[in-house]
């Protein structure tokens, strides 16, 4: 039966994975929860059952990092602004060092 104070609840069967057991978590709770794919979390035993909470953020991979990259915001010239001394008189990266 849901707990009452729950913001989400669905019954579902556990079911079997592999050599132990799993409950899938269905997008709406995913999504009440903040879950996403990669999440870590830590599993807990309470008195009437399991909890699940998030730890931190996900790890991303390299592929995620670029979707999320914007040249807008990231891109660019670091350092946008003039030459000043020494480099200002240079005529090529040479003469600078």
Known sequence: MPNKAALVAVEQKVQE???????????????????????????????????????????????QMLKKFDPAVHGGEAMAFAPIGVEAGASSAHEVA
Not at 34 to 55: A, S
């Open 17 to 63: 994975w592999g050599n132990g057991l799993a409950v899938r978590i269905t997008s709406p709770v995913a999504k009440a929860a903040h879950f996403k794919l990669g999440q870590p979390v830590v599993v807990e035993v309470v008195e009437d059952g399991i909890l699940l909470r998030r730890l931190g953020e996900p790890k991303l991979s390299l592929s």
